[in-house]
């Protein structure tokens, strides 16, 4: 939690951010994503100051719980000085106990923001899914509140001007701007009229621009002039490595995302690329028009190999 300190901004995360993603469609599926098309309200989490301050945390986290389809799981919600915003004992349940930073109760708004993220650490641990490391587990648990529809407090509670500043989770605010704007080319969602700060609008209007870019890569047909005609030149390239000799053929460069594979002569040249929704990487031939489907988030997209 950044409290008046420096926030840190751009995309430092993003691969692990992509990586989150595509372990979320790999371990919970299409279908069950596709349960989670609605956002929590902002009504179903409000909090006011005129709430009971432990009565209105204990409604916020059910909220959270019902959201994540959780059911058994009872959070038991507490106050305490602490340099983190909260922390979680993940437990055999199904009561769990979550510590909120004592800051929180005065700055009760963001109170659904940091449970939004503990709780999430209770669903993943009872998925069984989790990355290696302290910090790139984090990235993932932001990275799956905000896919799964509860992210946007998240960002929501990033405020900063000239003498104060706050942020809540490990992701950057344009990071959480780029999921949340996947999340939405996924399910058709605005989340920008739910926001309470303006700083959070620009945040997640920059992270548009940067997932709008993931589908406008090569091959897919959408790519501008410049990506294409790289893409041409990488792959006159990979045509010549493999006429010389058998083995794989390297990818198009730095900076890019695709990369060519060929057996041996006569065996026709592949490029494999990320999915723009899910980040699995697809490998299709190299044969001009192509539409590919992805196995594992079902989109359909457009290529000129």
Known sequence: MANGGPVEHGYPHLDTVRASITALYKRLSYDTIQTFATSVAPVDVAFCDTDDLY?????????????????DARM???????????????????EYFVELNDRFRRHRRDIGAALAHEVMHVYLHRLGLSFSGTRENEILTDTAA????AGWLLLDAYREDGASSQKLGYLTPEEFGYVLAKRAQVFGEDPSVWFTSAQAYAAFAEGRVRARSDERQPPLTAAGWVGRRRYVQDRRHAGDLRSAGPGGVGAGGAGVSYAFTAEGRGVALRVSFP???CQQRIRVPVRGRVRARCGLCRTVLECDT
């Open 55 to 71: 009565l209105g945390a204990q409604r916020v986290a059910r909220e959270l719980v019902r959201h994540y389809r959780l059911p």
């Open 76 to 94: 038991i919600v507490s106050f305490r000085e602490m340099t983190h915003a909260a922390h979680v004992e993940l437990a055999a349940g199904p």
């Open 146 to 149: 905000t896919y799964l529809g």
């Open 275 to 277: 999915c723009p929704t």
